[in-house]
């Protein structure tokens, strides 16, 4: 097998930091006559070691590897994690994994990456092992937005907090949640408008900050404007967490299809009205600001 350049993170969100990285491995590899390999892992380290809810990820597994494989031209090997793996220190890591794999020519690291496991503390004679096997260690630079190196973590903070823009801005397209129409209880379209349930209980990525954001739906191909109310719907005494969007100039059944959201932009917070007409005319305010978002 011809030597490789390798790169290897969980690359949660293929945001455009890992997308710089990305070309970096592509152009380096053209530099070198290497062949570019990307290794990440099936599963977060963080949700193997500490549980499903350790960390809520930008990205199913099947939305990554498909970012990754559209964002270059280079192999994607999908190392299965488990806790005998997250065992291995830095330089074990790199002998029984990586260079298991293919022969090194070239490594190249992330601005803030590391592996293997820190009880260890070796990750420091890496670059003693890499010089003794001629293996070239190459380290990228960060992408900023604002002054603040883009990552997953920055990403996750801006959602958490509602700021849909710059989660958008740092992830480099729109962050999106899919679902399965579910039956609700037909409250919106007694007040005119009708709504898409979505249950959140079954969503596994990180969802945003409860909040009435504008965004667009896609359904078999096509793509429609609404408003989307995530969290409680305290007006109607609704509890339970949901994510109800009401399309725009949209009329069809929607009962068991599954939707893709997207979400644009942030409108307001969930808050209690005094009636349903006085809820019912705030829901028509935000769709006339949702129009203007696009």
Same mark, same amino acid.
């Given at each position: ?15 455009? !930091? ?37 960390? +809520? ?6 939305? %990554?590897?498909?970012? /990754? ?7 994607? @090997? @999908?190392?299965p994690f488990d806790t005998d $793996? *997250? ?11 990586? +260079? ?16 293997? #496991? ?27 937005? =604002?002054?603040? *190196? ?6 996750? +903070? ?26 609700? %209880?037909?409250?919106? +379209?007694? /007040?005119?408008?009708?709504?898409? #349930? ?6 596994? &990525? ?22 989307? #109310? ?6 109607? !005494?609704? /509890? &339970? ?7 725009? =100039? ?6 068991? $299809?599954? /939707?893709?959201?997207s979400f644009m932009s942030r ?23 949702? &129009? %203007?978002?696009?």
């Open positions: 097998m011809n030597p490789v350049i390798a790169t290897i993170g969980m690359f949660d969100g293929v945001h455009t !930091g890992h997308r710089h990285l990305l070309r970096t491995l592509q152009s380096q590899a053209d530099a070198l006559s290497l062949h570019p390999v990307v290794f990440t892992f099936d599963r977060h380290p963080q949700q193997v070691l500490h549980g499903a809810d350790a960390v +809520r990820l930008l990205t199913t597994g099947e939305e %990554r590897l498909s970012r /990754l494989r559209e964002a270059g031209t280079y192999d994607v @090997v @999908v190392l $793996m *997250a065992d291995l220190s830095a330089c074990r890591f790199y002998e029984t994994v990586l +260079r298991a794999h293919a022969p090194l020519g070239a490594l190249l690291m992330g601005y803030d990456n590391v592996f293997g #496991n820190k009880r260890h503390d070796d990750f420091g004679r890496l670059r003693e092992l890499l010089q003794r096997d001629g293996v070239l260690l190459i380290s990228d630079t960060p992408v900023y937005l =604002d002054g603040v *190196a883009v990552s997953s973590t920055q990403i996750r +903070r801006a959602l958490q907090s509602g700021d849909i823009g710059r989660a958008n801005a740092m992830l480099g397209y729109r962050y999106t949640l899919s679902g399965t129409v579910v039956a609700g %209880r037909r409250i919106g +379209r007694t /007040l005119g408008f009708p709504t898409a #349930n979505l249950d959140c209980d079954r969503m596994s &990525k990180l969802l945003p900050a409860d909040g009435v954001y504008a965004v667009i739906v896609s359904i078999d191909g096509a793509e429609w404007r609404g408003v989307a #109310n995530l969290g409680a719907q305290p007006t109607v !005494g609704g /509890l &339970k967490r949901s994510l109800e969007i009401h399309l725009i =100039d949209f009329h069809a059944q929607l009962y068991g $299809m599954t /939707l893709t959201v409108l307001r917070d969930i808050r209690a009205f005094d009636s349903r007409d006085a809820l019912a005319a705030q829901i028509q305010s935000d769709i006339d600001q949702c &129009k %203007r978002c696009f």
